[in-house]
């Protein structure tokens, strides 16, 4: 069976002396991954970077079996920001949580455009911010919503308004910007503990109970942003 579709790159490995087992998310196949060979060439392998888009034709003879993937550049978005640690560390970080989040071949054309839409927040100032939403809207598509206007009080101390959980008796304080969802909040502090938040549920809800490590590539993401 052979069909064409374009895709981003999620991952790539090595495999045998010239070739690497990569896996796309593509608009209409879903999660994919097959063999490219010779993709240790200096022609293939400048442009295989994590996140980029692709043109891929797919041809394979048996389901149960890799294929194999001819594969040309669509469009260059990484190499964009070879220069700025950080949003690079955020490409490797946010394509690994969807090769971990997703299923193999299950069409989801929503996630496909929260890919596209990714690199649209990228260069804005807020993009830290924006990322924790395009992180929860990625939960929502795979079924965990965390609508935290459900679920959280409210209080004011010395007339500030604060959101909070209650938990076997504790108080776990919610930024106020993730409750109203406000995109504009530049308060570096208040957007870390808003990622520390994303964190504490995948591990809680998705992660701990199918027994799944937190993604490295996550964990250097929000180290790389303390620096």
């Not at 490219?36 to 891929?56: E, P, V, W």
């Not at 996630?111 to 100032?125: A, P, R, T």
């Not at 530049?186 to 990622?195: P, R």
């Amino acid at each position: 069976m052979i069909w064409s579709d374009c895709g981003y790159l999620l991952s790539k490995i090595k495999f045998g002396e010239n070739s690497v087992i990569a896996e796309f998310f593509t608009e209409n196949y879903g999660k994919i991954s097959g063999v490219i060979y010779g993709a240790t060439s200096k022609k293939i392998k400048n442009y295989l970077q994590i996140g980029n888009k692709f043109h891929i034709n797919y041809n394979f003879k048996n389901e149960n079996k890799l294929g194999y993937l001819n594969v040309e550049i669509e469009r260059i978005l990484t190499p964009l920001f070879f220069e700025d640690k950080k949003k690079l560390s955020c490409i490797v970080s946010s394509m690994s949580l969807i090769k971990l989040l997703t299923v193999d071949n299950q069409v989801n054309v929503k996630i496909f455009k929260l890919i596209e839409n990714f690199y649209n927040f990228l260069e804005d100032k807020n993009w830290i911010n924006k990322l924790i939403f395009w992180e929860l809207e990625l939960l929502k598509l795979i079924g965990y919503d965390l609508e935290l206007k459900n679920i959280v009080n409210k209080e004011f101390i010395d007339d500030k308004k604060f959101y909070f959980v209650s938990s076997n008796n504790e108080k776990k304080y919610i930024p106020n910007f993730l409750v109203e969802k406000n995109n504009e909040v530049t308060d570096f502090n208040q957007i870390f503990k808003g990622l520390k938040l994303v964190s504490d549920y995948l591990d809680k809800s998705i992660l701990k109970p199918n027994n799944m490590p937190h993604p490295k590539s996550r964990i250097e993401f929000l180290n790389s942003i303390k620096e």
